[in-house]
């Protein structure tokens, strides 16, 4: 089977069939959560793939694919009532242009074209007449109001995704500086008044918005831009969760040795293991985690090298996973002024470590 390095589109993954670590049962455990679902992880996680996944679990277009796609998965044997149920509406906020002369356009813009999209999937569930009516406004936020108005007066179940919520205001607060971010996130403009808007609608009985999960690295922007989180629960830290997303030792041995046998990894997979352990695990998402995890792109990233080069990796660290310089920079220095931080850094890098509590809320 071939490694799905890189991609992220589950049904691509399952037809073309490649390696797939089956993490479906946690979609009984999601569902256990609250409605609206607030997840941070690390770069290059998993998220991505999560988002699509749940995608072709609950959209009601896709009833037809449900036995090919999950036939041999936990969830395809062990179903929730809620599969293919819902009208999924997803947006992945990567696709935002971050310069700040163009991201509140661009974001309008962006939003604009998923609606559209939206619409036209969904066209039979929409009476002619709304969908016009729906075009005719500018504002987006106004046809997001409108258009949740509409599912709720028609008992439609909206499922809304968005990965990737920081990615642009994250890119503007280490490029462009604190004054440009906090613009953004407590200024008036589409961007905020999007979340506003959510918080609305999950403060609201019957308002459409039936299910809500957001994925992103940080916090910090939810924070601002809502004044403090209030869109749902954050869930980051819940331990029925812990292994959620990443690979378990286990999964990530189970992974070594299929292609061990399969002849095409050629080193040891125990050499393998102990070369990984050093590297890429110790992740924790919970003081009560029982395993854990290893970043999931940096063990497919290893096992592809490791395979085609019948070696070790000449780089142990995906390019793709390094953390960008100038989110590190920013960790010391805040519009280019030291802001205090640097002792702690030193004490990272020279002790190897610091003891410190986890904050669940730290806005700009």
Known sequence: KKIPYGDSDYGKIIKNNMYYVDKTKYIHELEALSNYIFLIRPRRFGKSLWINLLQYYYDSNRKDQFNELFKDTFVGQNPTPNKNQYLTLAFNFAMVDPSVDRVQEDFQSYVESILEDFLIRYQNCFDKSFISELKSYQRVNKKIQKLFLYCARQQLKVYMFIDEYDN?????????GKK?????????????????????????????????????????TMDDVTSGFNIGSNVSLDSNINEFMGFTESETMEILRYYHQAGQLSLEPDFCMDIMKQWY??????????????????????????????ALPEKLIDQNVKIDYNKLRYLITIDKRLNGNFSRLKGIIFDQGIISSIEDSFPV
């Not at 008036?188 to 957001?214: C, H, Q, V």
Request: aromatic share 16%; net charge positive.
């Open 168 to 176: 642009f205001t994250n890119t503007i607060l280490t490029t462009s």
């Open 180 to 220: 440009e971010y906090v613009k953004l996130t407590q200024g008036e403009g589409a961007f905020r008044y999007f979340f506003n808007l959510l918080k609305g609608l999950t403060s609201m009985p019957d308002s459409g918005l039936d299910k809500l999960f957001i994925t992103g690295v940080s916090p910090v």
């Open 281 to 310: 695990n110790n992740y924790r998402f919970t003081k009560k985690a029982k395993n854990v995890m290893f970043n999931s792109d940096m063990v497919l990233y290893f096992v592809q090298k490791a395979m085609k080069e019948a």
